[in-house]
């Protein structure tokens, strides 16, 4: 996303991302892979919730996150084991929602292009 910031700022919008983790970790994130736009974060995923994407970890993933030394309890601030869908939303001017695309597996990412297309068509 990082790579179309410009051309969001070009057609008059703004990119944000929202993420459960502490803004400690969000510094950290941005830092390290150098991005150029606001991260936001949403503690306990109540956000999310409200928008109706996001999941309960289940035991069996819990299970494996351990093993990678993932602790969602320390980098999330809270004990939920809540995660949000990945996805992207794209709102007008008004702040309603005009597009939107999430997918439950997190290996499938909406394309930054899709983003861009969305938003043009506004």
Known sequence: M???????????ATLIALT?????FGKELHEKHGLNFDLLSDIGCGYFGELGIDFAVPAPVKAIY????????????????????????????NGVVQHSEFDPDYQHRPEPEV???????L
């Not at 990082?2 to 008059?12: E, F, N, P, S």
């Not at 459960?20 to 400690?24: E, F, R, T």
């Not at 983003?115 to 068509?121: D, R, S």
Request: no cysteine; aromatic share 4%.
């Open 2 to 12: 990082r790579d179309i910031v410009d051309q969001v700022k070009d057609a008059g």
């Open 66 to 93: 351990g093993k990678f030394g993932i602790d969602l309890n320390a980098t999330n601030g809270d004990d939920s084991w809540v995660l949000p869908i990945p996805g992207r939303i794209v709102a007008d001017a």
């Open 20 to 24: 459960p983790q502490l803004p400690s």
């Open 115 to 121: 983003t861009l297309e969305a938003l043009k068509a």
